[in-house]
């Protein structure tokens, strides 16, 4: 099983409805293919982990990068993993602007506390550090 972890920018902040939409079609695809995950988005800011076998890993991958809705995608991480870290969601979901009275570095900080990949933990709570701060 791979596992890949990437940031990019949307060209604008997508809308709320324009958000489910995004999830239901990725929960979608994601369950056709086997993959899952998690988005962690911070304004115009978003950090994925994608995580599942190595074809339909790179299928979904190519199709994000082809997605003219975001730009300056980098890919922070591409490993082999023995075990999916978010095995039960399709595609887990957190935002800043959900946090309701906590940041996002509280919120991802406390869903990584079981997260054994301590380098897909310090992107992750690196990521909502950072963007905790610039909100």
């Not at 979608?28 to 076998?53: H, P």
């Not at 975001?70 to 399709?90: D, G, I, M, N, T």
Request: include cysteine; proline fraction near 3%.
């Amino acid at each position: 099983m791979d596992r890949i972890i990437y940031i990019s920018t949307a060209r604008r902040r997508p809308s709320a409805v324009e958000m489910r939409e995004i999830l239901e079609l990725s929960r979608r695809n994601n369950a056709r293919d086997g993959l899952s995950g998690l988005l962690i988005a911070a304004g115009q800011r978003f950090l994925q982990v994608l995580e599942g076998e190595k074809e339909p890993l790179e299928a979904a991958y190519e199709r994000i990068k082809a997605d003219g809705r975001h730009f300056a995608l980098v890919q922070l991480e591409w490993a082999r993993v023995e075990a999916p870290s978010f095995p039960e969601w399709r595609m887990g979901y957190m935002e800043a602007a959900e946090a309701a009275g906590e940041t996002l570095a509280g919120l991802v900080h406390a869903l990584t506390e079981c997260v054994r990949d301590e380098s897909l933990r310090a992107h992750l709570r690196g990521f909502a550090e950072l963007y905790s701060r610039a909100a």
